[in-house]
Structures are given as structure tokens and as C-alpha cells.
Nanobody
Framework: QVQLVESGGGLVQPGGSLRLSCAASGSTFGIIRMGWYRQAPGKQRELVAVITSVGSTNYADSVKGRFAISRDSAKNTVYLQMNSLKPEDTAVYYC??????????WGQGTQVTVSS
């Protein structure tokens, strides 16, 4: 019903920047919030940032002041601007969308590697 496709991952140096994109397609009318999660090797998946249908945002403490989530409702796309990247940001980043009637949907993930 909802398909999520992430893009923008890659290899960057510490202190660098990267912008991730997540395009939603299908039955997107009922989506009330979207967000980004990440999972590093040997760790559980954790919430990075979320944005609601009214524009409210929430961030993990570890990324506050460095990352910014935004959305383009007309394009059903959410973005994650990542600045001042650190090696500990290395993870697979997953896009998430929550539909009030259908539940959660997940993208396939995109790898972000921060290394010098």
C-alpha cells in the first residue's frame, strides 16, 4: 500500500554533510508522520528524527543541532540533512512512515559511512 525508497547515502569524511531522501508512493493519504531510524552494527535500531503532518519534529539527543528533518508534502518526500557528521553516525538509515489506519511502513535502508 505504501512504498518507501531511500536515497542519498554514501561515504563521507568526519565533519562532512549528507542529505538523505525518502520518497513515499502508493496510498500516502493517511500518513500522519514520517521519520528516520538507524541501525549500527551490533546495535538495535534507534529513532533519529521524526516529523508529523503538522510539522512538529523530534530528534535523538545525539543528533540535535546537527541533523534536520524536513518534508515536501506535495512530493510525499521526507529529507534528513546531516551536518557535522561523526564516525558514530555510521549506520544503515531507514525511512519510516506511519499511517493511522495501516500502521508502519519501512524503506529498504541506505548505508551512511563516516570515515576518514
Amino acid at each position: 500500500q505504501v512504498q518507501l525508497v531511500e536515497s542519498g547515502g554514501g561515504l563521507v569524511q568526519p565533519g562532512g554533510s549528507l542529505r538523505l531522501s525518502c520518497a513515499a508512493s502508493g496510498s500516502t493519504f493517511g500518513i500522519i508522520r514520517m521519520g528516520w531510524y538507524r541501525q549500527a552494527p551490533g546495535k538495535q535500531r534507534e529513532l533519529v528524527a521524526v516529523i508529523t503532518s503538522v510539522g512538529s519534529t523530534n530528534y535523538a539527543d545525539s543528533v540535535k543541532g546537527r541533523f534536520a528533518i524536513s518534508r515536501d508534502s506535495a512530493k510525499n518526500t521526507v529529507y534528513l540533512q546531516m551536518n557535522s557528521l561523526k564516525p558514530e553516525d555510521t549506520a544503515v538509515y531507514y525511512c519510516n512512515a506511519y499511517n493511522s489506519r495501516q500502521g508502519n511502513y519501512w524503506g529498504q535502508g541506505t548505508q551512511v559511512t563516516v570515515s576518514s
